[in-house]
């Protein structure tokens, strides 16, 4: 059933491939990612209801099934947005029509390559599934052959392809910790075999390990100082993927940390190496951030800048630990995969309407785009984690997570960085949305209504779960906590 799920968006690339019409090329990418959705939903709800599916290299869990939710519902969003915001840009001469053909067969081998990385059982597969996206989309972030955009990309594939050889190194490190307790078995390196064994493990090997795909993976993710790709990357791309790399791929790297976290909590080490080097990692995010939105002149480049602080949160919730901080940290990467995702999309809106993404040139986006600037303020206010937002509810939870651990110090500083990044977030946010327009960018009605609908959803999503937590995903995510602690939650 796995299987069936990773094959429909390469039949969905495969079919775009000898399509001519771009209607009916952008048609065919959405019913993909609509039926990735729909398997995903499937296979997800047997996973939460029945227990783990394990079809050898291929499985699934409670954490598993979460993550690939999580990819599923941006994906979609992104690939419907795609339609209006690609096809203006063709209609304009930006992108020709093979560009555009190649945008939606590359955009689903895209999203095949993070479904692989969720349902991988071998951490040796997951860590060719996470090479795969970075080449995957590396076409994506210089789709526009601008130089700016080509010297991302090629800044995009080094970084992250020195970053996954440390990953590799540290993987490698892991099997010869395994096959001590294993021998040299082919499921040496599959997850669900490792968690059974994880006392076994030697735990100077696991440290050492820990440290090279903590680095080697957080580079993906876009930790500081290993983050320096990542803004250059998602202002260059087309916004639908910005969207993508935001709110799934970083996600992806940070999925693939955690499972070894899981590993390494589960040996004679426990939690607290990993889990003070994620803190370690997640307080120079959240302080690079900081500096770095202070600072910004382009709004995309501070959205990027908003995702390392993102990242940092949810790594700081995992090394805080305990229930509340790893609950907080698995509710903020849903809560950060929808609240970016509708802050890029109101970023395409106003790159679109006003032809630059420089901050100091975008004023009265209210009056101009009505419903967008209405939108992009709510986005602003609930990335920023204002409640009542869903995003205040799992920094809060992150928050009383520290507090449980008893890291006073820590609990200081995380409320001091995010004091700093809401005030210079919103105060960047205020200037674009509020004002009067230049005399050029005169109101014209909302050019991309799907992307103002979409946007509509996705806030009206943050505020609800911000509001009531479903039993249904109350549920899900205290699974997933039982996971990390061993069943002890």
Not at 138 to 158: M, N, P
Not at 211 to 236: E, N, R
Not at 446 to 469: Q, R, S
Not at 475 to 483: G, H, S, T
Request: charged letters at 10%.
């Amino acid at each position: 059933m796995i299987t069936y799920l990773l094959v429909i968006p390469l039949i969905a690339a495969a079919i775009c491939y000898p399509i001519r019409s771009n209607r009916l090329i952008g048609a065919v990418a959405v019913t993909g990612s609509a039926a990735t959705l729909g398997m995903a939903t499937c296979l997800s709800y047997i996973v939460f209801t029945s227990g783990t599916l394990d079809e050898g290299l291929l499985y699934m869990d409670a954490f598993s099934a979460y993550t690939l939710m999580l990819m599923s519902i941006v994906s979609l969003a992104a690939t419907l947005y795609s339609i209006p915001y690609i096809g203006k840009e063709n209609e304009e001469g930006i992108i020709t029509d093979q560009k555009l053909k190649n945008y939606y067969l590359f955009l689903q081998v895209f999203v095949f390559t993070m479904l692989m990385v969720a349902v991988s059982n071998n951490l040796g597969v997951m860590w060719i599934a996470i090479e795969a996206t970075t080449l995957a989309s590396a076409y994506l972030v210089g789709l526009y052959d601008r130089e700016t955009s080509v010297e991302a990309a090629w800044k995009y594939l080094i970084i992250c392809s020195v970053g996954i050889t440390l990953a590799l190194l540290g993987i490698i490190i892991v099997y010869a910790s395994s096959i001590i307790v294993l021998g040299e078995s082919s499921s040496a390196l599959d997850w669900s075999t490792l968690m059974a064994v994880a006392g076994s493990l030697d735990p100077t090997l696991l440290k050492i390990a820990f440290i090279f795909i903590l680095i080697g993976y957080g580079t993906k993710v876009g930790l500081a100082p290993m983050h320096t790709w990542l803004p250059d990357a998602h202002s260059q791309a087309p916004t639908p993927v910005s969207a993508l790399l935001s709110g799934v791929l970083l996600n992806c790297a940070m999925y693939g940390i955690l499972r070894l976290h899981m590993i390494v909590s589960g040996s004679s080490l426990g939690a607290g190496f990993s889990g003070g080097l994620l803190l370690l990692f997640g307080f120079i995010s959240l302080g690079f951030a900081a500096v770095y939105i202070i600072m910004s002149k382009n709004y995309k480049r501070m959205l990027a800048y908003s995702s390392i602080e993102h990242m940092g949160i949810i790594a700081i919730g995992f090394g805080f630990g305990g229930y509340w901080g790893i609950f907080g940290g698995l509710f903020h990467m849903l809560n950060h995969a929808l609240a970016k995702t509708l802050m890029f999309l109101g970023a395409g809106n106003l790159h679109q309407r006003f032809g630059t993404k420089d901050i100091d040139k975008v004023r009265g986006a209210l009056k101009v785009l009505p419903a967008t600037g209405a939108l992009f303020l709510g986005g602003a206010l609930a990335i920023t984690g204002c409640p009542p937002f869903s995003l205040f509810l799992s920094e809060f939870m992150v928050l009383v997570g520290g507090i449980g651990s008893g890291s006073i110090l820590g609990v200081a500083l995380y409320l001091f960085l995010l004091a700093v990044i809401f005030g210079a977030f919103l105060y960047h946010a205020g200037r674009m949305i509020f004002g009067e327009p230049a005399p050029s960018a005169e109101p014209s009605g909302e050019g991309n209504k799907v992307g103002a609908a979409l946007m509509a959803a996705l806030l009206l999503a943050v505020l609800a779960l911000g509001l009531y937590i479903p039993a249904f995903l109350n549920d899900v995510l205290q699974q997933i906590v039982d996971l990390f602690l061993g069943g002890g939650a």
